[in-house]
């Protein structure tokens, strides 16, 4: 079992900046992939960005979020940071953490993406950016 804490969302001007941050505990070393999803009133979980927990790992971006937001890791499967820049009221949501061993994956880049292939999830940190 893994287990997920996310930390760092709050309320923050439109323009402004945040880090979320999370932390895993548990067999980590089972941690293939770890990712960021948000989750806005009303409306569905959508992916905000993941990265491959090996050394050199890919990481990937929804197009909404690209060139402001930049996901990273340190320790490998420890952990994973998500640094929110240029941040807009559209942003507004509960950002959840995810991590999955990515043994029932067989394409990658498709399954990094659906929030359905990830089987640890965080409680979720509120992030709100006022206009």
């Known amino acids: 079992q893994v287990q997920l804490v996310e930390s760092g969302g709050g309320l923050v001007q439109a323009g402004g900046s945040l880090r979320l941050s999370c932390a895993a505990s548990g067999r980590t070393s089972s941690i293939y992939a770890m990712a960021w999803f948000r989750q806005a009133p009303g409306k569905e979980r959508e992916f905000v960005a993941a990265a491959i927990a090996r050394s050199g790992g890919s990481t990937y971006y929804a197009d909404s979020v690209k060139g402001r937001f930049t996901i990273s890791s340190v320790n490998a499967e420890s952990s994973v940071y998500l640094q929110m820049n240029g941040l807009s009221p559209e942003d507004t949501a509960v950002y959840y953490c995810?991590?999955?061993?990515?043994?029932?994956?067989?394409?990658?880049?498709?399954?990094?993406?659906?929030?359905?292939?990830?089987?640890?999830w965080g409680q979720g940190t509120q992030v709100t950016v006022s206009s």
């Open positions: 995810a991590a999955d061993t990515g043994r029932s994956w067989l394409f990658v880049s498709v399954a990094v993406l659906d929030a359905g292939q990830y089987e640890y």
